[in-house]
């Protein structure tokens, strides 16, 4: 049975049916196998997650999260999510991924929707983004690998910067709010994927906006904060969108050592030294601010 017949075969036993067929498969991500699949006439997603995903994502976490935001009536509506293995059956959005516009466009809807999230009363865990990047370096280690001393230069400036923000309130945060998780529907907003939410610096979220070219998080952040950023308020998105590229780095990493860009036909040491390079150039243009 492939990945194809087994999801039909899921979502026909979890609906009570037999006529569940696949539409086509979501784009996105490292290693998840998301289809969208029609049954009685509905659409619906069906995500698989990929090998060793467990060693990222807590199910417990990613279910309670999911309940907790639904009060904000911003994300889909989860049907099943299965703790063990992490597969998910969720409603289909229609609409546009906003990955695929021109996103400075949509600022001001997104600025709505990270204002509604940030300034919630959501209760997640802390995201423990440090506790999270080092624990994906001792996965790095396990495999025997070898970090190179241009990582560890930029981690130890990290950790510099990192004594600088002690003071910083943390709300409830997407934590992964780049715009391939965000999906226009007419005039609303949908925020999906919340397996990493948690209690942050509102700044990370805005940061995550990077993975669509830096530029776009900077104007972004002008568009959130409603005046032409300071020093001290660039220096935050440099910082963790620098954190975020290294932690992308031992992401990309760990998936190269395991075998993942044979299995996924995907060069992931060649996306972890891209990182590594973004890396380089946000901590360098942070010391210029």
Same mark, same amino acid.
């Given at each position: 049975?492939?990945?194809?017949?087994?999801?039909?075969? %899921?979502?026909?036993?979890?609906?009570?049916?037999?006529?569940?067929?696949?539409?086509?498969?979501?784009?996105?991500?490292?290693?998840?196998?998301?289809?969208?699949?029609?049954?009685?006439?509905?659409?619906?997603?069906?995500?698989?997650?990929?090998?060793?995903?467990?060693?990222? @994502?807590?199910?417990?976490?990613?279910?309670?999260?999911?309940?907790?935001?639904?009060?904000?009536?911003?994300?889909?509506?989860?049907?099943?999510?299965?703790?063990?293995?992490?597969?998910?059956?969720?409603?289909? @959005?229609?609409?546009?991924?906003?990955?695929?516009?021109?996103?400075?466009?949509?600022?001001?809807?997104?600025?709505?929707?990270?204002?509604?999230?940030?300034?919630?009363?959501?209760?997640?865990?802390?995201?423990?983004?440090?506790?999270?990047?080092?624990?994906?370096?001792?996965?790095?280690?396990?495999?025997?690998?070898?970090?190179?001393?241009?990582?560890?230069?930029?981690?130890?400036?990290?950790?510099?910067?990192?004594?600088?923000?002690?003071?910083?309130?943390?709300?409830?945060?997407?934590?992964?709010?780049?715009?391939?998780?965000?999906?226009?529907?007419?005039?609303?907003?949908?925020?999906?994927?919340?397996?990493?939410?948690?209690?942050?610096?509102?700044?990370?979220?805005?940061?995550?906006?990077?993975?669509?070219?830096?530029?776009?998080?900077?104007?972004?952040?002008?568009?959130? @904060?409603?005046?032409?950023?300071?020093?001290?308020?660039?220096?935050?998105?440099?910082?963790? %969108?620098?954190?975020?590229?290294?932690?992308?780095?031992?992401?990309?990493?760990?998936?190269?050592?395991?075998?993942?860009?044979?299995?996924?036909?995907?060069?992931?040491?060649?996306?972890?030294?891209?990182?590594?390079?973004?890396?380089?150039?946000?901590?360098?243009?942070?010391?210029?601010?």
């Amino acid at each position: 049975m492939n990945i194809e017949e087994y999801i039909i075969f %899921r979502v026909n036993a979890l609906l009570h049916a037999h006529d569940a067929k696949i539409v086509m498969r979501l784009e996105g991500g490292m290693s998840n196998y998301t289809y969208v699949v029609e049954c009685q006439g509905k659409k619906y997603t069906y995500r698989v997650p990929g090998k060793f995903a467990e060693k990222f @994502v807590d199910r417990d976490e990613e279910w309670a999260n999911i309940q907790e935001v639904s009060r904000l009536g911003l994300n889909n509506i989860t049907e099943y999510v299965e703790i063990r293995s992490g597969e998910k059956l969720a409603e289909y @959005v229609e609409g546009t991924i906003m990955s695929t516009t021109d996103v400075v466009s949509y600022n001001e809807m997104s600025v709505k929707a990270l204002k509604k999230i940030h300034n919630s009363d959501l209760k997640f865990q802390d995201y423990n983004a440090f506790g999270r990047l080092d624990a994906d370096q001792n996965y790095c280690l396990e495999t025997g690998y070898v970090f190179p001393q241009e990582y560890l230069d930029l981690r130890k400036k990290l950790d510099a910067i990192r004594a600088t923000q002690t003071n910083v309130h943390k709300v409830p945060c997407h934590c992964d709010y780049q715009p391939t998780n965000l999906v226009i529907s007419g005039d609303k907003l949908y925020v999906l994927d919340w397996e990493f939410a948690g209690m942050n610096d509102p700044f990370y979220d805005i940061a995550c906006y990077g993975n669509m070219g830096f530029d776009k998080a900077l104007s972004l952040l002008e568009a959130y @904060v409603g005046h032409k950023p300071t020093k001290e308020e660039l220096q935050r998105l440099y910082f963790h %969108r620098a954190f975020q590229c290294l932690q992308w780095f031992n992401v990309a990493i760990f998936k190269d050592r395991v075998g993942l860009s044979k299995d996924l036909n995907m060069d992931f040491n060649a996306v972890a030294f891209m990182f590594l390079g973004m890396a380089k150039d946000l901590l360098g243009n942070y010391e210029k601010l």
